[in-house]
Each structure stands twice: as structure tokens, then as C-alpha cells.
């Protein structure tokens, strides 16, 4: 349904955006990541047409997204960062307004207002302004403008930046409802576990380029332990020689407690805990965890402050 290929991106001397090649199906959620500063919403300016790349193409179900005017930028829908909404017009006339632009009157247009309500859970604020809104309300409304056309395509920027759990909730509701219908989303955020929640796949954009871009089981077996033990052990344990155990990806011990990296926490817990007890190390208590997102992601981009 989407897809991006080469993308590039200069201003001045500076290339944002350097090579990115993506693509998204329809019923799929992609979750587009990155650190501040890494080009994500110019990729998402690219790819609704917004802004013009210096090379490279984006197309919609095969036809190249072309001029301002370019039918096909009428299956996208886009959820901007910023609210894009008029705070002195109801809600209900915000959408009308967000129609009319497409062109749509009459049964059609007072239709899909309401479809669009009912979605977002906004139908009982129909009338009332958007100033009167919560921020998550008015994050749902927002999202609601973007559906108002029936767009076969809906890119978000971090449409959850500031709104409270029920909110945020709410929405996820919304995109699984509409990935269920069939839509494509290509989906920005910070929160990691959004995108482990909601995302099919998920393509990490670091300094304009993509280094990652895969299903997050794939994404985990970028790291050297996908599962780990957390250990507390008596005695200093010769980490070095624990290591060299086949099923061991790694081993290093602070204060007492030890933490081994594996790969399959059923078949290599038990042959851990085996070394442990066959040199004589005496398991206070054991803990295990798995690898997340945010452990592939810092390990791809580094830990550093950005802009």
C-alpha cells in the first residue's frame, strides 16, 4: 500500500534523511523510531506529500505520490504532532470543515462526522469546542479529522504526547479498530512500549538512516541474550569461565548478584544453575527477564543525549 524507496533529504549542508527504504501493508501497523533529531517527521512530511524529497520516490498502492493537487494523497490520512484543530468551531464543525476540504456534503459528510465521533468516543461533545477538551480529547479529535475522508493510509506523530493512560488507552483502541478494518499505519513515538504493543514491525531511524527494520522478535535477535538471569549467588563467581558455557551469551556479577544472558530460558536456566551448583555457589534467589524494545533500541542508537 506504501512504500518509500531512497529517500533523501538535504537542508543546506545537513542531510536529515539519507537513503530510507520502507514499505507498509494494508492491515499492518509499522512503528517508525528514532531518537529527537533523527528525521522521522521528515520522513512523515515525505511521505504525505508535505515536503518535496531531493531524490528518491514515494508511492500509494503503486501511484506516485505527484503534485499538491495529486489525487492519491486522498487515501492518506495525517495526525500531526501539533493539534490541527480551530479551537472557536465545535467539534462536530471541525470535522465538517476537515470534509469539506475533500469534498464531501450533505448525507455523506454529516455520515462520516458521525462514524468518526463514534470512533474516537467524542459523540457526546459533538457540540461543544475544542478549548473545552482535555488534551486527550482533543488527541482524539485530532485523529478523528485525519479519518474524516476514509483515508486508506494514516500516518501519526506521536499522536499521545501529552495525554493521560486512559487517553492513551483509548487510542490504541482506535488504531487496533482500524488496523482490523484493513487500514496501513505508519506510527511515530517515544514510548517504547507502544510500539511493542501495537506495531507488526518497526523500523529504527538513527542520523537519517535506518538500522533496523524487522518484527520485534527478529529486532530482539539483534542482541547477544535475548532472555537473562538475575542471580543472587554467594561467593565471587569466575564470570569468565561461566561464559564459555555453550548456552551462556554472557555473565557479569556486581555485588553479589549475577546476571547471565541466554537465548532460551526453559532449556538453559536449568543447566546455569547447574554450573553454579557444581562449583559450589550457593543460589540465594533467581529472577528472570527478557530483552525489550528499549534494550534493542539503545543498543542500535547508543545511550547519548540528543537535541
Not at 38 to 44: D, L, R, S
Not at 60 to 68: C, E, R
Not at 235 to 262: C, F, H, W, Y
Amino acid at each position: 500500500m506504501l512504500q518509500a524507496i531512497e529517500l533523501r533529504k538535504s537542508y543546506g549542508a545537513r542531510e536529515v534523511v539519507s537513503g530510507v527504504s520502507f514499505s507498509a501493508t494494508p492491515g499492518e501497523i509499522v512503528g517508525l523510531l528514532g531518537p529527537n533529531g533523527a528525521g522521522k517527521t521528515t520522513i512523515v512530511s515525505m511521505l504525505c506529500g508535505l515536503v518535496a524529497p531531493d531524490s528518491g520516490s514515494v508511492s500509494i498502492a503503486g501511484a506516485p505520490i505527484g503534485s499538491d493537487a495529486s489525487p492519491v494523497k486522498r487515501k492518506i490520512g495525517l495526525v500531526p504532532q501539533d493539534l490541527a484543530l480551530y479551537d472557536e468551531l465545535s467539534a462536530q464543525r471541525n470535522l465538517e470543515l476537515f470534509g469539506a476540504l475533500y469534498g464531501m456534503s450533505g448525507v455523506t459528510l454529516q455520515t462520516r462526522c458521525r462514524q468518526a465521533l463514534e470512533l474516537v468516543g467524542l459523540t457526546d461533545r459533538a457540540k461543544d469546542k475544542p478549548k473545552t477538551f482535555s488534551g486527550g480529547m482533543q488527541r482524539r479529535l485530532n485523529m478523528a479529522c485525519a479519518l474524516i475522508h476514509d483515508p486508506e493510509i494514516l500516518l501519526l506523530d506521536e499522536p499521545t504526547v501529552g495525554v493521560d493512560p486512559q487517553s492513551r488507552n483509548a487510542i490504541f483502541d482506535n488504531l487496533e479498530t482500524l488496523k482490523a478494518r484493513g487500514k496501513t499505519l505508519v506510527y511515530t513515538t517515544h514510548y517504547m512500549e507502544e510500539a511493542e504493543r501495537l506495531c507488526d514491525r518497526v523500523v529504527i531511524i538513527d542520523h537519517g538512516k535506518i538500522v533496523a527494520n524487522d518484527t520485534l522478535p527478529g529486532l530482539y535477535r539483534l542482541l547477544p541474550a535475548v532472555e537473562s538471569l538475575e542471580i543472587e549467588v554467594e561467593g565471587a563467581v569466575d564470570t569468565s569461565m561461566l561464559a564459555r558455557e555453550p548456552v551462556v551469551k554472557s555473565a557479569r556479577q556486581t555485588n553479589g548478584r549475577l546476571t547471565v544472558g541466554i537465548e532460551d530460558l526453559s532449556h538453559d536456566a536449568p543447566i546455569v544453575l547447574a554450573w553454579l551448583e557444581a562449583h559450589r555457589h550457593k543460589v540465594r534467589s533467581v529472577a528472570s527477564g527478557h530483552a525489550t524494545l528499549e534494550n534493542v533500541f539503545l543498543a542500535l542508537t547508543g545511550r547519548q543525549l540528543r537535541d
